[in-house]
C-alpha cells in the first residue's frame, strides 16, 4: 500500500474530538447511504442521466462491481486516482466507487482543458486516470504518462461485484476528495476534504433545502463541483432520486425537470433565470420544483418574489464555498422576507469570527464542514489565520444570521482587465446630480462581467449615462474602467445597519429599476 496523503493542515485534536462528542462527525458508513437504500427500496428511482434510469437496487450492484473493477485495476486505499466526468449516471457510480475504494480521488470537469489536467495530475501525483471515451482522445497527449480506465466500465463492468462484507469502510478523517478552485492571481488551488468534512455540509445542505426521501433533485452543477459534490452525498444520504442533466439548455432542461417531477434545483442563479424565463415564455407556464437552493449572486429580488408568492416554490439561501460549503443557510421556519434579505443562520457546529489581520471585517470561519487545508501546503499560510479559514469576504453578523456585504478585493473582472470598486466609488463622491452612488458588478454574456453604478439622484435633478461617465473622466478615471451600465434609484440604496452598501442586493434589485446603457448594451445583438 502507498503511503496515504496525510491532511494538509490537521484539524486540532480537541476539536475533532468535539465534533464527534457533538454529532457533527459520526461513525455512519457510506453503506448507510447507496447500500441500505438498495435493501429498503431495491425497485425506486435512485438516479436518472440524459441516457438512463437506474433503481436503487443496481445503482448499489454498479457500486459495487465499480470497487471491484477499481481492485482488478490495483487501485489501493490511499492511492490517487484522477476522474474526469460530467453529469452521467457512470460518473457518479465511479465517484462512490473510488469512495469506497478509500482512494484519494481528484475530481476534474470533463470541459477541463489539457494544461488543468497536467497541473492537477502533476500537483496530486494521480498515476491513474479515469476518463470518458470522447475526452480521453482530446486529452491522449497529456494522458500519455498515466494508466487510463475508460469511465464507460463503470456502467457496464465485467467483474463480478463485491459482497458487502468484501470492503471496508474507509478511514472518514483521511483525504479522500480533492477539487481544483479557480485561480486569480496564481494557478488553481487543490482543495481537500474527507468524509467527514463532506457528509457535515451535506448535512448542512438537508437542513437549510429540507430534503428527505420524496425530494427529486435537479442537478445541473457540474458533479466533480463542490456543488455537484454536495448534491450526491445529499442524495445518498437522504435517499433522495437524483437527476442529472449534462448540457443544459433551457427549453429541453426544463421539460426534463418537470418530466421527471424535480422538487429540488440547487446552483448558480443564472440557471434558474434561464428556466424561470423559458416556463414564462409558455403559456399556462408550470415548475415541478418545491425548493431554490441559491448561493453567491442572488436572482433579481422581483423574479424571486414571484416564483415564491406566485408558484409557492421556496427560496434557501446558501452561504459557502469549496473550502467551506454550506456554513450557513436558511432555516425552515424562515419567513420569505427573512430568506431574501441576507445570507442564512449559522449551521451547526460552523462558527464565523467577523475581523482579520487584514480587514476588520473579513470573515474568518471553521466548523466540521470547513476542508482540511490546500493540497500544496504553501497555500495555507496565506489562507488560514491560526486555524480559521480566511472567507476573503466581508460580513456582518447579527446574532447567529450572517450578510456578505463584499470582497476583501472588490474588483469587476471585465475581460480578464480588473477593475477596483473602491477606486469608482471614490471617483463619484462629488457627483453634483447624486444623492448617493455606488458601483457594482454585474454577469455579462460577451465580457464575462461589466461594472454598472447605482445612482440615486437629488431632488429635482436628472441623471443621464454621459454625465456620469463624464464625471469619472474628469476625475482620470482611464477608459477602460468606465461603467457600461447607470442604474437610476428612486429610494435610497440598500445598506447593512452599519451603513455598507450592500452589492449584493444592487444586483438583485437592477431588474426592476431603469438602466441607462452603453452603446455595445443598446445593440440587440449585445445583450
Not at 55 to 73: I, N
Not at 190 to 201: D, E, F, Q, R
Not at 479 to 504: F, M, N, Y
Amino acid at each position: 500500500m502507498k503511503a496515504r496523503l496525510r491532511p494538509p493542515k490537521p484539524i486540532p485534536a480537541d476539536r475533532a474530538a468535539s465534533y464527534v462528542a457533538e454529532g457533527y462527525w459520526d461513525d455512519r458508513g457510506l453503506r448507510d447511504g447507496i447500500e441500505n437504500a438498495a435493501s429498503l427500496c431495491a425497485d425506486a428511482v435512485a438516479v436518472t442521466d440524459n441516457r438512463r434510469t437506474l433503481t436503487w437496487g443496481e445503482l448499489s450492484r454498479r457500486v459495487s462491481a465499480g470497487v471491484a473493477t477499481l481492485r482488478h485495476h490495483g487501485i489501493s486505499p490511499g492511492d490517487p486516482v484522477l476522474l474526469i466526468a460530467g453529469n452521467s449516471a457512470e460518473g457518479l457510480i465511479a465517484y462512490h466507487s473510488l469512495l469506497r475504494a478509500g482512494a484519494m480521488t481528484v475530481v476534474m470537469d470533463r470541459r477541463c482543458g489539457s494544461a488543468d489536467l497536467r497541473a492537477a495530475m502533476r500537483a496530486s501525483a494521480a498515476g491513474t486516470v479515469i476518463a470518458p471515451a470522447g475526452e480521453r482522445k482530446r486529452m491522449e497527449e497529456v494522458l500519455a504518462s498515466a494508466s487510463v480506465m475508460g469511465l464507460e466500465h463503470f456502467v457496464n463492468a465485467n467483474v463480478p461485484a463485491l459482497r458487502l462484507e468484501e470492503w471496508l469502510e474507509p478511514d472518514r478523517n483521511e483525504v479522500a476528495i480533492v477539487l481544483f478552485t479557480s485561480g486569480t492571481t496564481s494557478g488553481p488551488k487543490g482543495v481537500t476534504h474527507s468524509i467527514n468534512t463532506l457528509t457535515s455540509g451535506a448535512r448542512n445542505m438537508a437542513l437549510i433545502t429540507e430534503t428527505d426521501s420524496d425530494t427529486v433533485i435537479f442537478m445541473v452543477s457540474p458533479l466533480t463541483s463542490i456543488t455537484g459534490i454536495m448534491q450526491m452525498h445529499l442524495a445518498a444520504d437522504q435517499c433522495a432520486a437524483l437527476v442529472l442533466e449534462d448540457a443544459f439548455e433551457p427549453d429541453g432542461s426544463l421539460d426534463r425537470l418537470n418530466r421527471s417531477g424535480a422538487t429540488f434545483l440547487g446552483g448558480a442563479p443564472v440557471i434558474v433565470e434561464r428556466l424561470v424565463k423559458a416556463a414564462e415564455a409558455r403559456r399556462g407556464w408550470s415548475l415541478s420544483l418545491r425548493t431554490l437552493g441559491l448561493g453567491g449572486a442572488m436572482l433579481p429580488r422581483p423574479l424571486l418574489e414571484r416564483v415564491t408568492e406566485e408558484y409557492g416554490i421556496k427560496v434557501a439561501r446558501v452561504y459557502g464555498s469549496s473550502e467551506a460549503p454550506n456554513a450557513t443557510g436558511s432555516l425552515p421556519e424562515d419567513a420569505t422576507q427573512l430568506r431574501l434579505a441576507d445570507d442564512g443562520a449559522l449551521m451547526p457546529g460552523t462558527e464565523i469570527r467577523v475581523g482579520s489581520a487584514a480587514h476588520a471585517q473579513e470573515g474568518l470561519i471553521r466548523g466540521p464542514g470547513v476542508f482540511l487545508g490546500y493540497l500544496d501546503d504553501a497555500n495555507n499560510e496565506e489562507a488560514f489565520e491560526h486555524d480559521w479559514y480566511r472567507t476573503g469576504d466581508l460580513v456582518e453578523l447579527h446574532g447567529n444570521r450572517l450578510t456578505v456585504v463584499g470582497r476583501l478585493k472588490e474588483v469587476v473582472n471585465r475581460n480578464g482587465f480588473k477593475i477596483s470598486l473602491a477606486e469608482i466609488d471614490a471617483a463619484l463622491l462629488d457627483e453634483a446630480d447624486a444623492e448617493e452612488c455606488a458601483s457594482f458588478s454585474l454577469p455579462d454574456p460577451t465580457t464575462g462581467e461589466r461594472l454598472a453604478v447605482a445612482v440615486l439622484p437629488k431632488p429635482g435633478r436628472a441623471v443621464s449615462f454621459e454625465s456620469v461617465v463624464g464625471r469619472l473622466g474628469s476625475a482620470g478615471v482611464a477608459t477602460r474602467k468606465l461603467p457600461e451600465q447607470v442604474v437610476i434609484w428612486d429610494e435610497p440604496l440598500p445598506r447593512t445597519a452599519s451603513g455598507k452598501i450592500i452589492r449584493s442586493r444592487l444586483v438583485m434589485d437592477t431588474p426592476a429599476k431603469r438602466s441607462l446603457l452603453a452603446p455595445r448594451l443598446l445593440d440587440p445583438a449585445g445583450e
